[in-house]
């Protein structure tokens, strides 16, 4: 795992001055639109969670869970798999490339479940709650 993380790294290094050019001035997208599931949570009765809601949005963090869960059983084998072929000697560019593709793309179903999770908890609340927990937030509550 750790020779996987090292060689990531090193690829991560040289694509470092590629991303830099790349970035937009503010490169947060979500730029603090959406609400983590401990900040609402800690913040239930600040805001007027109801019980219907608070519900839902368990159920959904409890998708998400494990859909991480699953992705993560899938990721740790397409890892080992990629560490095998960096191993080989010389190194298959092509088979690398590809499961370096697999790896990539269990990457972005993690961040897409966590993205849907956070916006679908941004959408159950009320647009008094959503302003209540972004005052929360700041600190001015």
Same mark, same amino acid.
């Given at each position: !795992?750790?020779?996987?993380?090292? +060689?990531? =790294?090193? +690829?991560?290094? $040289? #694509?470092?001055?590629? /991303?830099?050019?790349?970035?937009?001035? @503010?490169?947060?997208?979500? @730029?603090? /639109?959406?609400?983590?599931?401990?900040?609402?949570?800690?913040?239930?009765?600040?805001?007027?969670?109801?019980?219907?809601?608070?519900?839902?949005?368990?159920? &959904?963090?409890?998708?998400?869970?494990?859909?991480?869960?699953?992705? +993560?059983? %899938?990721?740790?084998?397409? !890892? +080992?798999?990629? @560490?095998?072929? =960096?191993?080989?000697?010389?190194?298959?560019?092509? /088979?690398? $490339?590809?499961?370096?593709?697999?790896? $990539?793309?269990?990457?972005? &179903?993690?961040?897409?479940?966590?993205?849907? =999770? =956070?916006?679908?908890?941004? @959408?159950?609340?009320?647009?008094?709650?959503? #302003?209540?927990?972004?005052?929360?937030?700041?600190? %001015?509550?």
């Amino acid at each position: !795992m750790i020779r996987i993380r090292s +060689a990531l =790294l090193a +690829a991560m290094v $040289l #694509a470092a001055p590629i /991303a830099r050019a790349q970035q937009q001035p @503010n490169p947060d997208p979500f @730029n603090g /639109a959406l609400f983590s599931p401990e900040l609402v949570m800690q913040h239930q009765s600040d805001i007027g969670l109801t019980d219907a809601q608070r519900t839902q949005i368990t159920a &959904e963090i409890t998708k998400a869970q494990q859909k991480a869960t699953e992705v +993560a059983w %899938k990721l740790q084998k397409e !890892m +080992a798999d990629l @560490n095998a072929l =960096l191993k080989q000697d010389p190194i298959d560019e092509t /088979a690398v $490339l590809q499961a370096l593709d697999r790896v $990539l793309g269990l990457e972005r &179903e993690v961040k897409r479940a966590q993205v849907t =999770l =956070l916006v679908r908890m941004k @959408n159950l609340l009320t647009p008094d709650q959503r #302003a209540r927990l972004r005052e929360l937030r700041e600190g %001015k509550g």
